[in-house]
């Protein structure tokens, strides 16, 4: 049974940080590329950050660009995201995607894998 578990979430200040995990399992997930999204009440589940099954090559959403890294340890079938500068509005339960492929993935329909989901809340 293929199962992806965040970690990681929590309440944070503006102005914080926090390291989210994906942790993989029932598969292996070195040819997969992986992705975050992010839902917040009311909204529709948005990209966040995305990651090539190498590693080699990331690409975020504008809101995040410069603020939050994703990176990812083949080896532990592990996927983060580093999450600095944290404000208000990247308030959300944050949730991470895998999907067979080697190409670039915005769209969480294009994802087969999902995980429940880490709550993560800014305060101002």
């Known amino acids: 049974q293929v199962q992806l578990v965040e970690s990681g979430g929590g309440l944070v200040q503006a102005g914080g940080s926090l390291r989210l995990s994906c942790a993989a399992s029932g598969r292996t997930f070195s040819s997969d590329a992986m992705g975050w999204f992010r839902q917040a009440p009311g909204k529709e589940r948005e990209f966040v950050a995305g990651i090539t099954w190498s590693g080699g090559n990331t690409y975020y959403a504008d809101s995040v660009k410069g603020r939050f890294t994703i990176s990812r340890d083949n080896a532990k079938n592990t996927v983060y995201l580093q999450m600095n500068s944290l404000k208000p509005e990247d308030t959300a339960v944050y949730y991470c995607?895998?999907?067979?492929?080697?190409?670039?993935?915005?769209?969480?329909?294009?994802?087969?894998?999902w995980g429940q989901g880490t709550q993560v809340t800014v305060s101002s």
């Open positions: 995607a895998a999907r067979y492929g080697g190409g670039y993935y915005y769209n969480p329909l294009q994802y087969n894998y």
